[in-house]
């Protein structure tokens, strides 16, 4: 193995912590083993031991990332248009009046953003057996349209209801 490969596999496994070495391997056309000998002659010990937390750190992050309201649906079956019907119009005007079209998270108006402020569930909607219990006030909160897409991808923390609000807590099903 030359010199110029030896570097290229210490830059790959630096560069990408999740990376493992049988994919090096496989790029270099050599076994794993041959990658580990170049590790550990070329790499202090303490860079491989920094490296290796940084591993586990972009592991345990691709992990725990939230997941959107669209991926839900996409994993239940559940078509991401639900049905418009005039309840969920009636409880979206009721949140609407309730938080004064007032994004509640960033504080912007209906007036200043030009429109009518979105309406989003805290629980997302398909959550819930009996979908009619998604549209109530307790779960619904008014958010302006870049508060809307961040709350949709799970990049913002929503503030929480009101007292005694269980729309966190999964429902208990009705014998």
């Not at 992990?63 to 991926?71: F, L, V």
């Amino acid at each position: 193995m030359d010199e110029t490969t030896r570097e290229e596999i210490v830059t790959m496994w630096l560069g990408n912590p999740t990376i493992e070495t049988p994919a090096i391997a496989l790029r270099f056309a050599c076994t794993h083993m041959d990658v580990e000998d170049v590790i550990y002659a070329l790499i202090p010990p303490a860079r491989i031991a920094w490296r290796e937390r940084m591993r586990r750190v972009a592991l345990a992050s691709r992990d725990s990332r939230p997941i959107s309201a669209a991926q839900l649906c996409a994993e239940r079956g559940v078509p991401r248009k639900y049905e418009r019907s005039r309840a969920w119009n009636a409880a979206r005007k009721a949140a609407r009046k309730r938080d004064r079209n007032t994004c509640q998270v960033c504080g912007l108006t209906a007036e200043i953003q030009g429109r009518n402020m979105s309406v989003h569930h805290r629980r997302p909607y398909v959550f819930f057996a009996i979908k009619k219990r998604a549209n109530r006030l307790n779960n619904l909160i008014c958010l302006c349209h870049g508060c809307h897409r961040r709350a949709e991808i799970g990049s913002i923390i929503l503030p929480i209801g009101l007292a005694g609000d269980s729309i966190l807590q999964p429902e208990s099903p009705r014998l």
